[in-house]
Structure formats: C-alpha cells, structure tokens
C-alpha cells in the first residue's frame, strides 16, 4: 500500500532554533518527493523536490535530504523565524502510466515561538 | 499567470442540497489534483483529471460525489446531498502537461471551505 508517515505530528520551538522533521514512505515505483509548507487557511507551497538520484536540497533555511535505499526523507531547518510556524507536508509520487499520483503526509505541524 | 483560482473561497450549505467547487488552472496547465483536508487531518487525494477524462478517482467517494474537468471552462468537483461529515476545506492543484514525475510541479489553490450546517 502507497504510504507516507511523518514525524513528530506537531513540534514546538524557539526563535532561531534548528529543527529536523522526517517523512518515511513505501510508495512504489518512486518518482519524487516534495516537501510543502501550508500556512494556517492557505494552499501548500512547494520548498524542494527531489528525485531518486539525489540526497539533498536546499532552498535557504530549508535542506531537504532523501535516502532512496531505506525510502526516508528528512526536511531541515536553520535559525528558524516565527514565519516558519506551518504546516510541512511529505508527497511522494509515483509512476503510473506516463503520468505521477502523489501521495501526501498528514504534515507536521510546526510551531515557532518568541 | 493568476495560479490556481478557487471559488468560493467558502461555501455554507444545509444538509441535503448540492454544493459545487469550481477551479480554474494556471494557464497551460490540463492536469487537476481535488484533495480534501479535513480539521486536524492531512490532505487527502479524492480523484486526478485530465482535460475531459478521469485518469484517477481512487480517493473518491463512490457516491454522492462527482468530478469534471471539460474542454472549456473550470474543473468542478460536486457533491450532492451534503451531509455535515463533508464539512472540510477542498484544495485544486493543477500541473502542465509533461511525461514522468520530476518536471512535473503541482500548484495549489488557497482552496474552498465547505460548511454544512
């Protein structure tokens, strides 16, 4: 069965703290992973996508990591600021037919305070 | 390029009557992705259309909702005779047309929050 498993569900910390969130998947056959930010009442926004030949990326603060052989993900972030409390969601896609099927994490939810 | 538009961005209805979501796509872009999020829950995959076809309804419930996405005009996800457990906000993404996953970049809607009262 296609899954994504996220951790922890909801994480707090400090202002300019580091934190790491992790994704685990058994979707099959790989085609990518994403991680999205989703702002309380708003649409997810893409931060990185990775395929099955890289290990990491990153976009700023953001530094996303993937080991394709133990099929996990991690989603890193430096100096963290009260903008990055969100939600962060795993999507792992699949091939099927010329076309992906994503499959989503239920998110981590990220709280950051002053 | 607007992105993806949603509309209405909230939707109240009684239980029993009809409720219809629209999305228009980025230009271009003749792939849609319905998902439905309900409170304190993740996204859910509900069904995957491509311009006038249904390529994936997996996540779709068997009844009551219904998904098109025509030649012209928005893609419409519907649902009939709501019940209060269809309360939850509905997200449209849309991608280009392209072949494998990696170019294959979704953008979401700010999404639809049903309410069913």
């Not at chain 1, 703290?17 to 099959?28: A, D, G, I, M, R």
Request: charged share 20%; hydrophobic share 30%.
């Amino acid at each position: 069965k296609n899954q994504v498993e996220q951790s922890p569900q909801s994480l707090i910390i400090l202002e300019g703290k580091n934190c790491t969130l992790q994704c685990n998947y058994t979707v099959s056959p790989f085609s990518n992973l994403r991680w999205y930010k989703q702002d309380t009442g708003r649409g997810p926004v893409s931060l990185t996508i990775m395929t099955f030949s890289e290990n990491t990326k990153s976009n700023g603060r953001y530094t996303a990591t993937l080991d394709a052989d133990t099929k996990q993900s991690s989603l890193h972030i430096t100096a963290s600021q009260l903008s990055d409390s969100a939600s962060y969601i795993c999507v792992v896609s699949r091939a099927s037919g010329g076309s992906y099927i994503p499959t989503f994490g239920r998110g981590t939810s990220l709280i950051v305070h002053p | 390029n607007a992105g993806v538009m949603q509309n209405p961005r909230h939707l109240v209805r009684r239980r029993g009557q009809e409720a219809r979501l629209r999305c228009s796509p980025m230009k271009g872009h003749s792939h849609v992705y319905w998902y439905r999020q309900l409170p304190e829950e993740g996204l859910k995959f509900m069904v995957y259309l491509q311009k006038e076809n249904i390529i994936d309804e997996s996540g779709m419930p068997k009844e009551r909702f219904s998904a098109e996405f025509p030649k012209e005009g928005p893609s419409i996800l519907r649902i009939q005779q709501v019940v209060r457990g269809d309360s939850a906000a509905y997200f449209c993404a849309s991608s280009e047309v392209s072949v494998g996953g990696a170019n294959t970049e979704a953008f979401f809607g700010q999404g639809t929050r049903l309410t069913v009262v």
